[in-house]
């Protein structure tokens, strides 16, 4: 249910998939490109640790909306892959390397981020999105290797990247607005920190990647063992 309305909101593309052919834009050039921002929102969260201020989350903000256009790019290259006069299976590949090596790019700047300014639970909780993340992007490989049809969980990609971006540039606009924390006038503790938008999402790709790498091992071994009788 939850795959069919990711569906339904990447078809909002679909008009942009027919322009390559009148401006020559390929599937590998909007991999590339996709790839390029990724390492630009990494950087956005690196410069931002590095800034040494704490209450400024406008770098969360900018992270954030890198993340979140690179994976609308992912989402058109998809679609462009998908298209037999535009595209190889060296494009599959391609786009595959590029992406995996995307994501582990803008794990490194959220992690940087985290850690430097001690929120040490968040950061904990943003390298065990990283080990479901890439788990679960392995064992989806080696299954389609081995011709098993992929049909466990919904958090794939596009929805991990819709996550983290859109509640990353939500945390910046919100900080914008608002402020780095939240207290009534008589409270001398905030009730509610700004960083919060951004981290709990975190939290919710961590487990349930790793929850969905788990799942994807049983329907492996229960696939393989159907197929073996």
Excluded at 12 to 36: A, G, Q
Aim: glycine letters at 6%; aromatic letters at 16%.
């Amino acid at each position: 249910m939850i795959k069919n309305k990711i569906q339904k909101i990447s078809s909002i593309f679909n008009p942009v998939i027919n322009l390559p052919k009148k401006l020559k834009i390929f599937p590998n050039h909007v991999t590339t490109i996709s790839f390029i921002i990724n390492i630009v929102g990494s950087v956005i969260f690196i410069i931002g640790a590095e800034a040494e201020q704490r209450d400024n989350l406008s770098y969360v903000g900018w992270g954030g909306f890198a993340i979140l256009l690179a994976g609308i790019m992912n989402v058109i290259g998809y679609k462009l892959t998908n298209k037999p006069k535009i595209s190889s299976r060296f494009n599959f590949f391609y786009k595959s390397f590029l992406e995996r090596y995307g994501e582990l790019l803008i794990f490194l700047g959220v992690c940087y981020y985290l850690v430097s300014y001690n929120y040490f639970f968040s950061s904990l909780f943003s390298f065990i999105a990283l080990i479901g993340s890439m788990m679960m992007n392995y064992i989806k490989a080696r299954a389609e290797g081995l011709n098993i049809k992929w049909e466990v969980g919904f958090i794939e990609k596009p929805m991990k990247i819709i996550t983290l971006g859109f509640f990353a540039m939500i945390c910046g606009i919100f900080n914008y607005f608002i402020g780095s924390h939240f207290s009534f006038q008589y409270l001398p503790l905030p009730i509610f920190e700004t960083i919060i938008i951004f981290t709990v999402p975190i939290a919710i790709v961590a487990i349930f990647s790793n929850i969905v790498a788990v799942k994807g091992i049983m329907y492996c071994k229960r696939e393989l063992t159907l197929n073996r009788k």
